[in-house]
């Protein structure tokens, strides 16, 4: 028995169509990049929907045959079988035992089957008692017929929305974080509506008709603390009206303290639950760029609005700062960007993101720029150096480009005294306020220009002036005529901006085979 | 056109760079400091007319004796100061140029109302940077290495002279790649006092006194100027 299963368990593991089907199912169940994850939500919601929608239909009118049978067979078939899906990618067995067994033959030790399966049968049962795995339990048992009763079962079914809203979990999450303020104060209400419902138990029984048994006397004092006082069981004799006095002034102050923490506690965690909408709206973009720091450069940056910089987000250490930049009407969180986990909640692997590290603080920039590229190459870093002597640093943490503030504007200065001419060409560009723009046009694998000389291309007609091209990390300075384009080049081009636009429109993805 | 007097006031962050960048060329360079520690290092870098005083007090700049040609560049480490400086020396010298950095947007107001003829803001420039770098990253790589550089391909602007074989021509007429050249744009007095880039589609006809913004190795670009004083090149 014990040889049979345990190479049944290696069959299993070795298995690539097992393996294949396994991840398939759990794809479906929980990626949410799966694109079968969609249709097979949208199909839950809709039996979920159908089969309550059959169960308030039932209370008035008699319902059709089929529907019934829909609503046991088909209803109740998927959701069993989700149930089992769910339970069967919870953990692998298989998996736990093919580990074990080697560890095992490793160390020369005897192997226990029997008591991996029996861990891993443990796992799905934790599984089984979680609220989630309940409810979807508790949703199947209406197809038992003979229960009537459990028709009302079908009732559950709706909580089983609940896995595709995310605020509920945050609702708990704020819950949470006032256990101990919300247990004492439950502790207390238990204690009072136990001790009263008691006594007016035990002072009214006999005198009070509506008082028959200790469950009316429990019932009358939490309809009393709660202040909702339906009025078909009230107190006859003076003490039982004193204790009635006394529950519901202590139930307003109950419910009021109640009131007040839940508030606190969801005022408390409204930035963070703010914070946690920004990331997940950014994260269904393509791509976005994250601004660390709002000192004056990203001021400046803000204000410049050369072009629409799409989707950002601004991270700031500093809650001062936040509230600065939220008043000045951009996105901002209070997060350290050099912190793993707050860079690490952004979809680094699905999305363009594009760190600017704009801190005045070196050490922070590099710290940034480590934290994101550490996270994943693709990032983009653009990180800001204020001492240059930390250049080599920025380079070795694989900032992709670098901004030095004293250095630009030293370099304008003495442009302007140099060159004066030149200066104004070069701010013009700068700060693209100017006609003429030096732009460059990348030539990809299907690029219209590949394959053709400088002299075929008119550069002159299409008011532009050729500069050069970028090839394999050199500069090739105003090429002769016969010069063929390849792909992966990088042409230095200048004129106006429509021209440029223009040029690289009509070679866009063209080839002129 | 650029004058060849130049007083840089500080000698910090700022005034270091631009005043060893300038030693490269042929300025007259006078540096002024406040401060005794950036004095001495002026100093020790190999420059000869540096003075220490200061520069709140008009008595003592007033002992600088600055001609109207000079240039000055106002590049403090303090802000304050150098607001205060650009006053002064506005009001000392009414109508020499100045030019001053900033280092913040309320400074750069201020600057200009103390009478600076040019302020550089430090965050304006790099904030148009990273939008450059963002938009077209090689491009701005690619610019940044010709302004910066002296030996190898960069920008140089130079007068046509009297009596030059460009005099009369239209630019359509010279073909400049031959020169190892590019014109980039140009002053033509004939069209108002302001930069034209080639790409506009003007046709210029080019004369005695243009100024012409070339592109190209610099020893090419000194070939190219020294040719250009010769009335025929054939």
Avoid at chain 1, 198 to 219: R, V, W
Avoid at chain 1, 220 to 247: F, K, Q
Avoid at chain 1, 350 to 362: E, F, G, M, Q, R
Avoid at chain 1, 454 to 460: A, H, L, N, P, V
Wanted: with cysteine.
């Amino acid at each position: 028995m014990r040889e049979k299963l345990l190479a049944f368990a290696l069959l299993l593991h070795s298995s690539k169509r097992y393996q294949n089907y396994k991840t398939f199912i759990r794809g479906i169940l929980f990626d949410d990049t799966n694109k079968f994850k969609k249709f097979f939500d949208i199909s839950i919601i809709f039996l979920v929907i159908t089969s309550v929608f059959i169960l308030i239909y039932e209370v008035n009118h008699t319902v059709p045959v089929w529907l019934d049978n829909y609503d046991i067979f088909v209803v109740s078939f998927i959701f069993a079988i989700e149930y089992i899906l769910r339970l069967w990618v919870h953990n692998d067995i298989a998996e736990m035992i093919y580990k074990e067994y080697n560890d095992a033959l490793f160390l020369k030790k005897e192997f226990d089957i029997y008591s991996v399966i029996k861990k891993g049968l443990k796992q799905k049962l934790q599984y089984m008692i979680t609220p989630s795995a309940i409810v979807d339990l508790l949703a199947i048992l209406p197809a038992y017929r003979p229960l009537r009763i459990l028709r009302v079962f079908i009732l559950f079914r709706v909580f089983k929305l609940l896995r595709y809203t995310k605020s509920i979990n945050q609702f708990v999450d704020v819950l949470v974080t006032k256990k101990f303020e919300l247990l004492t104060l439950l502790f207390l209400l238990l204690f009072i509506v136990f001790t009263s419902g008691m006594a007016i138990y035990i002072l009214e029984a006999n005198k009070n008709p509506n008082i028959n048994s200790l469950f009316d006397g429990l019932y009358w004092a939490i309809v009393t603390i709660s202040t909702v006082g339906y009025g078909d069981i009230s107190p006859v004799t003076e003490v039982g009206r004193a204790i009635s006095i006394l529950i519901i002034i202590s139930g307003i102050a109950m419910i009021s303290f109640v009131t007040s923490v839940i508030v606190s506690a969801f005022s408390e965690r409204l930035s963070e639950l703010k914070e946690y909408r920004i990331i997940e709206r950014l994260n269904k973009k393509e791509k976005f760029m994250i601004i660390c720091g709002y000192g004056q450069l990203t001021k400046m940056f803000f204000r410049q609005q050369r072009f629409d910089i799409g989707d950002y987000v601004i991270l700031d250490n500093d809650i001062e700062q936040v509230n600065k930049a939220t008043k000045d009407g951009y996105l901002a969180i209070n997060e350290s960007a050099s912190s793993f986990q707050s860079l690490s909640k952004f979809n680094y692997q699905n999305t363009h993101i594009t760190v600017l590290a704009l801190t005045s603080d070196d050490v922070e920039n590099i710290y940034i720029t480590l934290n994101a590229k550490s996270l994943s190459r693709k990032i983009k870093v653009v990180a800001r150096v204020n001492n240059p002597d930390n250049i080599n640093k920025f380079n070795s943490a694989g900032a992709d480009e670098l901004l030095m503030p004293n250095l630009i504007a030293n370099t304008m200065i003495y442009t302007a005294i140099t060159q004066p001419t030149m200066y104004k060409a070069m701010h013009a560009i700068l700060t693209g306020k100017s006609l003429a723009n030096i732009d460059e046009v990348h030539v990809h694998n299907s690029h219209g220009l590949i394959g053709r000389t400088i002299e075929e291309i008119d550069f002159k007609e299409h008011k532009l002036l050729f500069i050069g091209v970028k090839r394999e990390g050199d500069f090739i300075f105003n090429p002769k005529g016969d010069f063929i384009i390849e792909a992966y080049d990088v042409m230095l081009v200048m004129g106006k901006k429509i021209s440029i636009e223009y040029f690289k429109s009509l070679h866009e993805g063209k080839s002129y085979v | 056109m650029y004058r060849a007097n130049i007083c840089i006031f500080g000698y910090g962050n700022h005034g270091k760079f631009i005043a060893r960048g300038l030693s490269d060329e042929d300025f007259n360079i006078t540096i002024v400091e406040s401060d005794k520690e950036f004095y001495k290092n002026a100093k020790n870098d190999g420059f000869s007319n540096v003075y220490l005083l200061d520069v709140t007090n008009d008595e003592d700049i007033k002992k600088l004796t600055l001609t109207d040609d000079t240039q000055l560049v106002c590049v403090m480490d303090d802000e304050h100061l150098n607001v205060f400086l650009t006053l002064s020396l506005r009001s000392l010298y009414p109508d020499i140029y100045i030019l001053s950095i900033s280092d913040s947007i309320n400074v750069t107001k201020k600057l200009k109302m103390a009478g600076a003829n040019k302020v550089i803001d430090l965050y304006e420039v790099s904030a148009n940077k990273i939008y450059n770098i963002l938009d077209r990253p090689v491009a701005t790589g690619l610019l940044e290495e010709f302004v910066l550089n002296k030996k190898g391909i960069t920008f140089k602007e130079m007068v046509i002279p009297k009596g030059s074989f460009l005099h009369g021509k239209m630019v359509d007429e010279i073909d400049f790649s031959s020169f190892g050249i590019l014109l980039v744009g140009m002053i033509d007095e004939e069209m108002g006092h302001s930069f034209v880039f080639i790409t506009a589609g003007i046709e210029h006809k080019l004369d005695s006194g243009d100024t012409m913004v070339c592109i190209g190795y610099a020893d090419k670009l000194k070939e190219f100027e020294k040719l250009i004083t010769q009335t025929d090149i054939n």
